[in-house]
């Protein structure tokens, strides 16, 4: 079951000392991490962890360690013009964009009472996604499509919070089937409603780069709740209308 850090508390101090400039960033926000309770598996975030300032540090350990890992790779970045700046940019690729959604709170989202009562079926997507898979960091690049079937006590989110929620949760290492159960689970907490339903299609580059090297090969897969899980026919209902899904 995925762990949500979100809402973890940072009070507690390291033994080892906040203040001990030989201690690596990331050991003092693992240790966080463990005194809570919690865990820093590949797809958590971690964000209730990291204090003002400690991402900047963070990144340039990063760095470091990558510099490591091209010249046990025997890649000579001190004369070789295109991997001069390599350390840094993996770095910042990995931190600010590709794997943002551990290092950053989960995205503002206003909700609003359903006062008209709506109960209706609504359909989002296709969402475009972007994540990379847990066992080998390559591209998993996606479509999402959420159906949502409210009632009157269901909490109403405008339709670009979708999006930056899928952003988010995506926006980590993951394997595709854990990954849309965690965007479940985050989406029916926000909007309680009736019926939630997810499927996702994704192309996986661990299989298009390497291995069998398919890049024709598609992974689908769906998360089906409350009354989608209940009624055929709104089920059908929804897989009918996805809009963009051949």
Sequence with gaps: MFTNLQNSSVD?????GDGDEGVPMSTRIRERVRAAG??????DNIAA??????MER?????EEKMKGVLSSMVIDTERDHNTGATARRVAKMYLNEVFRGRYVAAPTITEFP??????ELMIVGPIIVRSACSHHFCPVIGKIWIGVLPNEHTNVIGLSKYARLAEWVMGRPQIQEEAVVQLADLIQEKTQPDGLALVME???YCMGWRGVKDLDSKMINSVMRGSFLKD?????EFLALMPGKT
Aim: aromatic letters at 2%.
């Design 114 to 119: 359903n006062a008209e009562r709506l109960n």
């Design 202 to 204: 994704a192309t996986h």
């Design 38 to 43: 919690q865990r820093c598996n590949a797809n």
């Design 12 to 16: 507690s101090e390291l033994s080892l």
């Design 58 to 62: 963070l990144l340039d350990e990063v």
């Design 232 to 236: 055929g026919n709104l089920r059908r």
């Design 49 to 54: 962890f990291i204090q003002p300032g400690e």
